[in-house]
């Protein structure tokens, strides 16, 4: 399995990004997915998951302005980001759950893509 996340860059406080992350495999739909995101100097730390059914999961600092969703036939996984703070500056890593569901723990992951930076200036 391998996962290629994309989207990362630079915007200004209170803009939007979108982040994609692309599996390959043919049992993408099986699986959780996940983000999570490490800022320099700390570790890293979850941020969405959404699991086989399409049920949600969000960190307490990102409700409300992050949106992660899945479109199973294109195995592909999105993270919609909005409202965003200095504070969201940060490596993004996608992540695949070892079963069908799966939340805030690493241990919980078996794969993970390379990780896309974004960068929110104020």
């Known amino acids: 399995v391998q996962l290629q996340a994309s989207g990362g860059g630079l915007v200004q406080a209170g803009g939007s990004l979108r982040l994609s992350c692309a599996a390959s495999g043919d049992t993408f739909g099986d699986h959780a997915m996940g983000w999570f995101r490490q800022a320099p100097g700390k570790e890293r730390e979850f941020v969405a998951a959404?699991?086989?059914?399409?049920?949600?999961d969000y960190a307490d600092s990102v409700k409300g302005r992050f949106a992660i969703s899945r479109d199973n036939a294109k195995n592909t996984v999105y993270l919609q980001m909005n409202s965003l703070t200095p504070e969201d500056t940060a490596v993004y890593y996608c992540?695949?759950?070892?079963?069908?569901?799966?939340?805030?723990?690493?241990?919980?992951?078996?794969?993970w893509g390379q990780g896309t930076l974004v960068t929110v200036s104020s």
């Open positions: 992540a695949r759950g070892s079963t069908y569901f799966a939340r805030e723990n690493l241990n919980e992951y078996d794969f």
């Open positions: 959404i699991m086989w059914n399409a049920s949600t």
